[in-house]
């Protein structure tokens, strides 16, 4: 496998190759199948860090998925009680439908923990969350994930979607920081 990556002012080991992301995709894939065939799910793909993931993971589906992207943007509203949440790019009802959450990484939860408030607003028949990584000594999410591609310590990574500063996520292997 490739050498240490360099992005910015930190140095990055390899960590999960290319392969073994592909074989677990093809794994994840199987597994929604089972679940989801019939149910004409929608898949809604957190922007930008699951852009990569998506892609793969949806060439790999057999259950006719529907896919939209989404990103969740926080704004000053016009309350002084500070922030609040928005999902922008969402064009399709999700009334009744059974949603699947794509996501390169839950960390802490918090963002999960807003996207789902905002698509319970929606009325969905369901919310399954499926995410590439998770931090399981870091998540606090109030939801767990259904579908996780590899649990992974509590240490930054980037590459396959996922950025250090907008910059190494073209890379086809994910890299750990090296500290
Ligand atoms: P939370 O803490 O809300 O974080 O679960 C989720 C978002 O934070 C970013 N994040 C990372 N990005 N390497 C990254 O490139 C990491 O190790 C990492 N940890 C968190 C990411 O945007 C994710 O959606
Ligand atoms: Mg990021």
Wanted: net charge negative.
């Amino acid at each position: 496998m490739s050498a240490a990556v360099q992005i910015h002012d930190l140095s990055f080991v390899p960590f999960i190759d290319q392969a073994q992301i592909q074989t677990r995709i093809e794994a994840l894939a199987k597994e929604i199948d089972t679940q989801f065939t019939g149910k004409d799910p929608l898949f809604l793909a957190v922007l930008n860090g699951a852009f990569l993931f998506a892609a793969d993971l949806l060439r790999e589906l057999k259950c006719q998925p529907e896919i939209s992207f989404v990103k969740v943007s926080s704004y000053q509203g016009t309350q002084s009680t500070g922030r609040v949440d928005e999902l922008i790019g969402l064009q399709t009802g999700l009334k009744d439908r059974h949603v699947i959450v794509l996501e390169d990484i839950l960390d802490t939860g918090v963002t999960m923990n807003k996207i789902f408030t905002l698509l319970e607003s929606e009325q969905p028949a369901s919310i399954s969350i499926c995410t590439l990584l998770l931090k399981p000594e870091a998540y606090k999410g109030k939801h767990q994930p259904e579908f996780v591609g590899f649990e992974i310590p509590d240490k930054f990574v980037v590459g396959y979607g996922l950025d250090y500063k907008e910059y190494g996520r073209e890379l086809k292997s994910i890299y750990q920081l090296i500290n």
